[in-house]
């Protein structure tokens, strides 16, 4: 059983946008997912925008993927990494908890 942050069970993230690695709605990962797509993040205009500029376009809808795009108020699996480094240019996006895997905590110290 896949654990949060605080030790417990790990809760969905969203279904809709249908997010995680997996694309179960959570953010569970293992060792192919090298981005490691763990923090459970309420997306914001400014992060979106951050995301962007750094080459990884959130926005734009991607059929041949199933992906619709995300806007503001989407939750979504990030990689632990792009969260931090939006947390250190002050536009990271809020994070829920209960649906950010333990694994997050190698990179992130939400402390």
Same mark, same amino acid.
């Given at each position: 059983?896949? !654990?949060?942050?605080?030790? =417990?069970?790990?809760? $969905?993230?969203?279904? !809709?946008?249908? =997010?995680? %690695? &997996? #694309?179960?709605? $959570? +953010? ?15 997306? =914001?205009?400014? %992060?979106? #925008? &951050?995301? %962007? ?6 926005? =734009? /809808? #991607?059929?041949?993927?199933? &992906?619709?795009?995300?806007? /503001?108020?989407?939750?979504? +699996?990030?990689?632990?990494? #792009?969260?931090?480094?939006?947390? !250190? ?13 333990? !694994? ?8």
């Amino acid at each position: 059983m896949a !654990k949060n942050v605080f030790g =417990t069970s790990l809760k $969905s993230c969203s279904m !809709k946008p249908l =997010t995680g %690695f &997996f #694309r179960d709605g $959570s +953010c569970h990962t293992s060792d192919e997912d090298h981005g490691s797509h763990t923090v459970c993040a309420v997306m =914001t205009e400014a %992060f979106l #925008r &951050f995301s %962007f500029d750094q080459g990884n376009d959130l926005i =734009t /809808p #991607r059929p041949q993927y199933q &992906f619709e795009g995300l806007g /503001p108020v989407d939750q979504w +699996c990030l990689c632990a990494a #792009r969260w931090l480094e939006a947390w !250190k240019e002050g536009v990271a996006p809020l994070v829920d908890l209960e649906a950010t895997h333990e !694994k997050a905590l190698e990179i992130i110290p939400f402390n």
